[in-house]
């Protein structure tokens, strides 16, 4: 006898996607912020008040 097949949540696959695109997203931006920080920074133009003499 066919018996039909339980059906996925929708939600719990919708709130795993945005956790994980949160993850990528706050890994890349410590990421940028490390290489910022240490000066190693290639992509990522700002102005360092630091340096800039009046």
């Not at 956790?19 to 990528?24: G, I, P, V």
């Amino acid at each position: 006898m066919a018996v039909p097949k339980k059906r996925t949540s929708k939600s719990k696959s919708r709130k795993a996607h945005w956790k994980r695109k949160a993850f990528f997203m706050s890994q890349k931006s410590l990421s940028l912020a490390k290489s910022v920080l240490t000066g190693k920074a290639n992509s990522f133009i700002y102005l360092n008040t630091e340096n800039i003499k009046s």
